[in-house]
């Protein structure tokens, strides 16, 4: 697949899949990068191509009607009967990405009261509104790039976009707007555990480590075994082939879950059945994904959560991905006593790629970024926005702390 996914247009590139379905593991995705690279530096000396017209007609091309497949199959994972029999009045925007044909097709089959609010395909995205940095960035969980939507929010019931491989949700409620991915996240799984009988009874959730607590409350309430690992959806790709993990998510508004007989649905993210689970919530339940999540809020406390960037070189970044509990040397954070450091995921033992530090009110996380000379700092208070701010400014003095240390040792 080619796609800029959530990105600007500019940073396009091709995303494998291998033959599970779920997202490649970086041994993969590095020998693609290390040979693309390698056959760049030649001036793609070695790369053996064909005519598109002996292409089309080779026997080893074969067509597939993947919309009419993905859509006919739509109401074994998705209540659709429910939606269409309330009436449920639905908005959605493609983002003019890989979704725009398959909605066409969702409402005609299944008949229900949805509105495509723009089908224009440009792969200059010239449509979109600019993102919080100016840069255009389809990206359906950033109230800069869903100024759209959000504007029409009194027109629907519920309303979601995807980005442009449709593997990210935005909800849009009546009630709250545009909801973060955690809060989401958190309501679908207290509606799934409760509305999906067929599921296996020990059917566990998955979250990543830096995906909101909020989930961790909801999953024990529901007396649900709770998978933490790190960030990339690979990690559950396993459990959903076998129907083990029945709903997984990450805070990057990416999740999935089982069919409603509890067997595989798909091993990647599907941004198409988060989206019309919304529209099945509002149907069963009366209220939209914003009002349930702010019942749960009453139940399990109101988390302030987020996530910001702070610079690093390359050097410090690979300080940060090696970095050890007894490297940070921390006891309190934000005024509390340090639970657990944590380098590896509780759920699968592998390493998070940066340091997890959890208090009784609230937790941080660091990690390196990927692609950007910054790195990414997630932190969650359940006690309030000056105490989310107090664990942020922490978080920043100790990494800035190790930083220096090593920078001194050298």
């Known amino acids: 697949m080619i796609t800029p996914s959530h990105n600007p247009p500019a940073d396009g590139g091709f995303k494998y899949n291998p033959a599970n379905g779920g997202p490649a593991d970086t041994a993969v995705t590095d020998w693609i990068q290390n040979t693309a690279n390698d056959f760049l530096r030649k001036k793609l000396a070695g790369v053996q191509r064909v005519p598109y017209e002996r292409a089309l007609v080779a026997s080893t091309l074969h067509k597939h009607d993947y919309i009419s497949a993905y859509v006919g199959d739509l109401s074994n994972v998705i209540d659709m009967e429910s939606i269409r029999d309330a009436g449920v009045k639905v908005g959605i925007d493609p983002l003019g990405g890989a979704a725009v044909h398959y909605w066409p097709a969702v409402i005609d089959k299944y008949k229900i009261n949805a509105t495509v609010v723009s089908d224009v395909v440009d792969p200059t995205f010239r449509f979109m509104t600019a993102d919080w940095d100016g840069k255009i960035r389809m990206d359906c969980s950033s109230p800069y790039a869903m100024v759209r939507l959000l504007a029409m929010r009194d027109r629907f019931d519920v309303a979601f976009a995807n980005d442009t491989d449709a593997d990210r949700h935005g909800i849009v409620t009546r009630s709250s707007g545009l909801m973060n991915p955690n809060h989401y996240l958190a309501t679908a799984i207290s509606y799934l555990f409760r509305n999906r009988p067929q599921w296996r009874k020990d059917a566990a959730i998955g979250k990543t480590v830096v995906s909101s607590s909020m989930i961790d409350r909801v999953a024990a309430s529901l007396e649900r075994k709770l998978i933490e690992t790190p960030v990339g959806f690979k990690w559950f790709v396993d459990g959903l082939i076998d129907g083990s993990v029945g709903f997984c998510g990450e805070e990057s508004a990416g999740a999935s879950c089982l069919r409603t007989d509890g067997t595989v649905w798909t091993t990647d993210k599907d941004g198409l059945i988060l989206g019309l689970l919304a529209a099945e919530m509002t149907a069963r339940e009366g209220r939209d994904p914003g ?52 380098t590896v995921a509780p759920g699968n033992g592998a390493p998070i790629g940066g340091i997890k530090v959890i208090a009784e009110g609230g937790w941080f996380a660091a990690r390196p970024s990927g692609t950007e000379e910054v790195y990414k700092i997630y932190a969650e208070s359940f006690r309030g926005v000056d105490h989310l701010h107090r664990i942020q400014a922490e978080a920043q003095e100790l990494i800035a702390r190790v930083f220096k240390q090593a920078e001194s040792a050298h």
């Open 291 to 342: 009002e349930i999540y702010n019942d749960l809020t009453k139940k399990f406390g109101e988390p302030a959560y987020e996530r910001i960037d702070a610079p690093a070189t390359p050097a410090q970044k690979d300080i940060l991905k090696k970095l050890t509990p007894e490297k940070l040397d921390a006891h309190e954070l934000a005024g509390e006593k340090i639970l657990k450091t944590l």
